[in-house]
């Protein structure tokens, strides 16, 4: 008869805890079955990580481009203008390039500045720029949203929409409140206002 053979102590103990390392690995496995990889990745992979950019980058041009605080001015006919403050959110530059609005046929975007001694308005070249998170102010004396040959009296209260374009296409809508304003009397630059229209209000 054959003496039988016995396991050392040492290693039924590093074969005991293999098996035990092995359970925790499964159960560990079935725990992230719960979170299964994107549609279209092999099995296990993880899904990666997102740029901090990606919202931005994705957005179309000017899309998050925002006013606060829009209103016109009151004026019975002729000329009146469009006031506030646009904001950008994002991470790149915005430009406004023209304007619309069913209050007038004709709206430009312009600037204020100092010529022989009076105030002057003319339209401003290449627009209203927003620096990526930042802001531009359209306030009278500086920088607004003219409007000529008025349809209609803007009286106080009265809601005037309007449509801005962007530079790459995009498109900002808004609606600016009638507001009375005893300034912004400037007087337009000789040979800028188109095809002779002196605006007179």
Request: aromatic content about 4%; overall charge neutral; proline content about 10%.
């Amino acid at each position: 008869m054959s003496a039988r053979r016995t396991t050392p102590a040492p290693i039924r103990r590093a074969v005991s805890a293999g098996i035990l390392i092995a359970a925790v690995t499964v159960l560990g496995a079935c725990g992230s079955e719960g979170s299964p990889a994107p549609q279209g990745a092999p099995a296990g992979t993880a899904p990666a990580a997102v740029p901090s950019s990606a919202s931005s980058a994705a957005a179309a041009p000017g899309a998050t481009l925002t006013i606060t605080d829009p209103w016109v001015k009151t004026a019975p006919k002729g000329m009146s203008a469009a006031f506030g403050t646009l904001v950008n959110p994002t991470d790149a530059e915005v430009t406004v390039v023209s304007g619309t609005s069913p209050l007038s046929p004709v709206i430009e975007l312009h600037e204020v500045v100092e010529s022989g001694g009076k105030m002057i308005m003319r339209p401003k070249e290449g627009g209203f720029v927003i620096p990526p998170r930042g802001t531009h102010r359209l306030q009278p004396g500086g920088d607004h949203i003219m409007l000529m040959g008025v349809t209609e009296e803007v009286k106080p209260g009265a809601r005037i929409p309007f449509t801005l374009t962007l530079k790459g296409g995009g498109t900002l809508e808004f609606t600016a409140i009638g507001k009375e304003f005893a300034g912004g009397e400037e007087h337009y630059e000789p040979g800028t206002h188109p095809k002779g229209d002196k605006g007179d209000g």
